[in-house]
């Protein structure tokens, strides 16, 4: 069974400061992981995700985040964020064509 | 990227009444389709994985017979709430994956308020 533990439920930063969420996973098989971003009241959207390969994963909006296999970690990264960036960001593991198994959330907020 | 449609995007109905919520897929097969319960401040509860063409596997805890999803097509999922009461109103999320995706790609969500 996988199991994601989002370590921080509430995260809030100034504009233009960096900022980590952060996500540990645990698992006895390979996983794909990912990153998923809601605003209020609407579905999730893609933000970035890790198969295989290189293990930082770059978002077109500035976001990033490494994959560690020794830490089981998938922390999410972005070095200045910006208002519109206030939302709640779900980290999410899913076996190879399995389900998709959520963290509980973390709400980035951001202030002017 | 793939378009996942679901409507409505809101709904209010009485107490006893039952409720259908449709999930499409636009451009794309979705072979598997996914439906999440989730409460405010809180993550997503997957209820259901369906496959086109097979019954629903709902996870424990899940009520089938309130419930029911119907995946006839590869491009349209239903959720019906049988019977709806208060404590069914929450937000239902759905997504899709198709036989070629690694990733699935989510709807609008349906907010549901039983009165």
């Known amino acids: 069974a996988q199991s994601v533990t989002q370590l921080d439920s509430q995260v809030p930063v100034f504009e233009e400061a960096p900022v980590e969420l952060r996500c540990n996973y645990s698992s006895s098989v390979s996983v794909y992981l990912f990153w998923y971003v809601q605003y209020p009241n609407q579905g999730l959207q893609l933000l970035l995700k890790y198969l295989s390969g290189s293990t930082l994963v770059e978002s077109i909006n500035g976001f990033e985040a490494e994959f560690n296999k020794s830490q089981t970690s998938f922390h999410l990264r972005k070095p200045s964020v910006h208002i519109s960036d206030t939302a709640e960001y779900f980290c999410?593991?899913?076996?190879?064509?399995?389900?998709?198994?959520f963290g509980q959330g973390t709400e980035l907020s951001v202030k002017p | 990227g793939a378009v996942v449609s679901q409507h409505p995007s809101w709904v209010i109905c009485k107490s006893g009444t039952s409720v259908k919520i449709e999930c499409r897929s636009l451009d794309f097969q979705a072979t598997t389709m996914f439906w999440y319960r989730q409460f405010p401040k809180q993550s997503l509860m997957l209820m259901a994985t369906s496959n086109e063409g097979s019954k629903a596997t709902y996870e424990q805890g899940v009520e089938k017979d309130k419930f029911l999803i119907n995946h006839a097509s590869l491009t349209l999922s239903t959720l019906t709430v049988t019977s709806a009461h208060p404590e069914d109103s929450s937000f239902y999320i759905c997504?899709?994956?198709?036989?070629?995706?690694?990733?699935?790609?989510f709807g609008q969500g349906t907010r549901l308020t039983v009165v």
């Open positions: 999410a593991v899913s076996p190879e064509g399995g389900k998709l198994i």
């Open positions: 997504s899709a994956r198709g036989v070629l995706n690694t990733e699935a790609f």
